[in-house]
C-alpha cells in the first residue's frame, strides 16, 4: 500500500519497532491489534493472514 512502518505505526498508535517485529512474524500481537492494523488499511482481518503476492 505504500506505507512505510513507520507512517502504519504512526496511524495505527503502535511503534515502529512493533509493526517491525509484527510484519517479521518475531512477535505476537492481539485480535484488537490485528483489528486496528486491518482498520487503518482498510482491508478485512483476513487480508492480513494471506500470503503475499509475488510480482
Known amino acids: ?3 512505510s512502518q513507520e507512517k502504519l505505526a504512526e496511524m495505527a498508535g503502535f511503534h515502529r519497532t512493533y509493526v517491525s ?3 517479521r ?3 505476537n500481537t492481539t485480535a484488537d491489534n490485528i483489528q486496528r492494523l486491518a482498520e487503518v488499511l482498510s482491508v ?3 487480508r492480513l ?3 503475499p ?3
Open 21 to 23: 517485529q509484527v510484519e
Open 49 to 51: 493472514f494471506q500470503q
Open 1 to 3: 500500500m505504500g506505507l
Open 53 to 55: 503476492v509475488n510480482k
Open 44 to 46: 478485512p482481518v483476513s
Open 25 to 27: 512474524r518475531v512477535a
